[in-house]
């Protein structure tokens, strides 16, 4: 079932387009705050998710925020949201537990609105830190593949990744090249046995990638652009 969403009145400029504001239901009953920004011409989508709401983390930091002002202009309709117990978001931190139920409903609202203009355009889920380790543990049968940036991959249950792990669409994990909690090296060892996974190395950056915006921003195009093409 999809989620209750509720676009408001409320929209963000950004260039020649607008963001509007919307309310997410969860299959739990918790309310997300969340934001949809589609592009005129639609060719991909991807829904982003922040980092560790006990450390600040809301879909306002740098790295989200940074995708979802730039993927639009590159034709990629984009969603964030607030995980449960942040901004307006209803709820508690589940420790990346409860939390998946927000990433479905944040897939099932981005999916909801590209149906809604009768769009057909490849999904894809980006989440940074905590919000890439519950993405990766978030299946979706509407997602085409996932690209988290910087992932711990120890924020949630080793064993809640098997599902993601063991699935065939396209996995491209962004990796700091001095990330001071998992680096490339560590990061590769882990998914060695993952099904159709890629480890891609941000050079230079550590986990938090000040300045690295850009290397993210067209990463997680190309990924788009290639599950886009491998769906066609």
């Avoid at 919307?22 to 829904?47: C, M, S």
């Amino acid at each position: 079932m999809l989620p209750s969403v509720v676009v408001t009145s409320s929209t963000l400029a950004f260039a020649a387009m607008a963001a509007e504001s919307l309310v997410l239901t969860t299959a739990d009953g918790e309310r997300l705050e969340a934001e949809i920004h589609l592009p005129e011409d639609v060719r991909g989508a991807a829904v982003l998710c922040h980092p560790h709401p006990l450390h600040g983390g809301s879909m306002r930091d740098g790295v989200p925020d940074a995708l979802f002002r730039a993927l639009p202009e590159r034709g990629i309709a984009a969603l964030r949201f607030n995980f449960r117990g942040v901004g307006a978001s209803s709820g508690t931190h589940d420790q990346g537990g409860a939390e998946q139920f927000d990433v479905t409903a944040a897939i099932d609202a981005l999916a909801a609105a590209l149906a809604e203009r009768g769009l057909t355009a490849p999904v894809v889920v980006s989440g940074w830190s905590f919000g890439a380790d519950v993405s990766l543990a978030t299946p979706h049968p509407v997602v085409a593949g996932w690209t988290p940036i910087a992932p711990p991959l120890r924020v949630v249950a080793a064993e809640r990744f098997a599902a993601v792990a063991e699935d065939p669409r396209p996995k491209l994990l962004l990796c700091p090249e001095h990330d001071q909690f998992n680096p490339p090296a560590q990061a590769t060892a882990t998914v060695a046995g993952w099904t159709n996974t890629e480890v891609v190395t941000v050079a230079g950056a550590d986990h938090f990638l000040w300045g690295h915006s850009a290397f993210l921003i067209e990463a997680v195009t190309a990924f788009v652009e290639r599950v886009g093409t491998a769906g066609a």
